[in-house]
């Protein structure tokens, strides 16, 4: 960083196993991509080419090979993998991935039915000789997965081969472990980390809301993805305790609250 401060909590270096940022590319241009790792490259672990977005962008192969030069892994949204799931193109969908050299490769079922014992065979398979991610929960807010539902298919997942389990949020941030207003599904999550170790679970989280709560929850090396790409330093902020919302979760407590107690009385000096 530019300068010292105390305080500030530790962060795993790249590449990293926790405190994984995942940014979405959903149709940055290569002069916009030359800028954003520039500005913000040395903060981010992987990027996820949105949805069905590679199928379009211009320029894909040279974009690709600009962010894994800069130490980013690149790689394609679970949506074009079900695209190519659905029209029983799987051998063409590995092609393309060994086309591009991507190691990292997502697995998902968020828009169409696959029988978990396939999901977790293709995950199998897949793992051998890439970094998998798997994402469980629906795309579909009037899908409910019971919290036993959801460490059972993340255990089952995770003992494939995954990397990560991705807890699906949408790029809205409203379905999965979240309610359509965006809030957290507190139960549903409290459930979830019983069973699965947090730094297993990559939480897509594209609100500064839902930023804030994960990393008051987990603390700075909490794995979040679906971020924009302007908001990469505003989260790094968030994780250092460098923004309003997280500031005093770093500060030592009796320190916090000596700064909370002066704040307080000068409240009530100007009444």
Not at 59 to 82: D, H, V
Not at 251 to 268: G, S
Request: net charge negative; proline share 4%; charged share 30%.
């Amino acid at each position: 960083m530019n300068f010292k401060l105390p305080y500030i909590p530790e962060r795993s270096e790249k590449p990293r196993n926790k405190g994984v940022t995942m940014m979405m590319d959903k149709g940055l241009g290569l002069r916009e991509t030359e800028n954003f790792i520039e500005a913000s490259g040395h903060l981010t672990d992987i990027v996820k080419f949105g949805f069905g977005t590679s199928y379009v962008t211009k320029n894909l192969e040279e974009k690709i090979k600009m962010y894994k030069q800069a130490g980013i892994r690149p790689y394609f949204g679970g949506t074009l993998f079900e695209a190519f799931y659905a029209r029983k193109k799987h051998d063409d969908y590995l092609k393309l991935i060994d086309k591009f050299d991507l190691d990292l490769v997502e697995i998902s079922d968020g828009s169409i039915i696959i029988p978990h014992n396939e999901k977790c065979k293709l995950i199998k398979s897949m793992s051998k000789d890439r970094t998998v991610l798997s994402e469980v929960g629906s795309k579909d807010s009037g899908i409910l997965i019971s919290p036993a539902k959801w460490v059972r298919l993340m255990k089952a997942e995770l003992d494939a081969g995954s990397w990560k389990v991705i807890a699906e949020g949408r790029e809205a941030g409203n379905v999965g472990v979240f309610r359509p207003n965006g809030t957290a599904h507190t139960l549903l999550i409290n459930r979830i980390i019983a069973k699965i170790k947090p730094e297993d679970i990559l939480w897509e989280a594209p609100q500064k809301n839902q930023q804030v709560w994960f990393i008051k929850l987990f603390g700075a090396e909490v794995n979040l993805g679906n971020i924009g790409a302007n908001d990469m330093i505003p989260l790094e902020c968030l994780r250092l305790g460098l923004r309003g919302d997280t500031f005093f979760d770093f500060l030592p407590a009796d320190y916090a609250d000596r700064l909370k107690q002066v704040n307080d009385e000068d409240d009530n000096d100007e009444e």
